[in-house]
């Protein structure tokens, strides 16, 4: 039997989930079947039943239905309801659909594994308060660093995220909010994690030269073959600088984990991905 995936999205044509999850399939000796589904705001919801009707064992959601599909599901995990977003419903055999937001956890399996940047005990600054600096909270929460400092242009958002975390288990250590101005009064960040939807227009916040310790970590959420302009900034600082293009595998591998019961080892699909990504 194969297990039949897809990934919904608006627009969803350059997806590279379907090209990973193959691959992983392949490496873990899965037979699984992955499509590029295109959907909308209005049928989203009935888009994924029909997925579920059809037979399928699970689907990733991506922008910008990961907060709506909270609601498609009939149970939630931990990590999506400290996300309050969902990027991976599992199909149960008995009808439930529980959602996961593996995200976070790609992000530090990438930072912490990949790149061999130790979280603990560091200082962390996050640039944006929306979905996307929301969805890793938790997961960099539990990495246990020092203070994490979340700027972004709307305050309140910030705000609103660090109330929310209030009552979280792993919320024990310093959180703040503040402007990108008011960031001057701050003390250097050992890592700056780029989660606004800036880079994807080519551009960043204005904000404060110093921002970096030594030997600090800049890290753009988004995955690029190029530098992004934070990526540049962050370099012309002298910061060892990421995108997320490892996030994007490990949260799939997170993914996989959910619904397959098996790790991919994806180091072993980093040649084969680069190679395929630029052949495209
Ligand atoms: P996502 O799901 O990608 O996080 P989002 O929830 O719309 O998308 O959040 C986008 C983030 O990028 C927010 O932090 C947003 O700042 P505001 O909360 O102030 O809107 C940030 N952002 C988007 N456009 C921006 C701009 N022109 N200048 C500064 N920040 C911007």
């Keep these: 039997m194969i297990n039949a995936y897809t990934v919904i999205g608006q627009p969803i044509a350059h997806s590279l989930s379907p090209m990973i999850h193959t691959l992983f399939g392949d490496l873990t000796q899965r037979r699984i079947s992955y499509t590029r589904t295109e959907g909308t705001p209005e049928t989203f919801a009935e888009q994924v039943l029909q997925w579920q009707a059809s037979g399928g064992r699970g689907c990733n959601i991506t922008a910008p239905f990961k907060e709506q599909a909270v609601g498609v599901c009939t149970h939630l995990a931990l990590s999506a309801e400290r996300a309050e977003s969902v990027n991976t419903i599992h199909m149960h055999a008995d009808g439930r659909l529980v959602g996961h937001s593996t995200d976070g956890a790609g992000m530090l399996q990438d930072i912490e594994h990949n790149i061999r940047f130790r979280v603990a005990g560091r200082r962390v600054l996050m640039l944006g308060a929306g979905g996307a600096a929301r969805g890793v909270l938790g997961p960099l929460l539990d990495a246990q660093p020092a203070a994490i400092h979340i700027a972004n242009r709307t305050v309140a958002r910030a705000e609103g995220i660090i109330e929310a975390f209030k009552d979280d288990p792993a ?15 701050e003390q ?3 890592l700056i994690v780029n989660a606004t939807s800036l880079s994807l227009a080519g551009s960043l916040p204005t904000l404060p030269e110093g921002l970096f310790a030594s030997e600090a970590l800049a890290y753009d959420m988004m995955y690029s073959r190029h530098d992004t302009v934070f990526m540049g900034w962050a370099r012309e600082q ?6 997320g293009f490892g996030m994007l595998v490990e949260q799939a591998a997170e993914a996989f984990l959910v619904w397959e019961g098996v790790r991919p080892k994806t180091r072993m699909a980093w040649p084969r991905l680069f190679e395929l990504l630029n052949s495209k």
């Design 188 to 190: 250097a960040f050992d």
């Design 238 to 243: 002298g910061a060892v600088v990421s995108d």
């Design 171 to 185: 919320a024990t250590l310093p959180i703040s909010a503040s402007s990108y101005e008011a960031l001057a009064e």
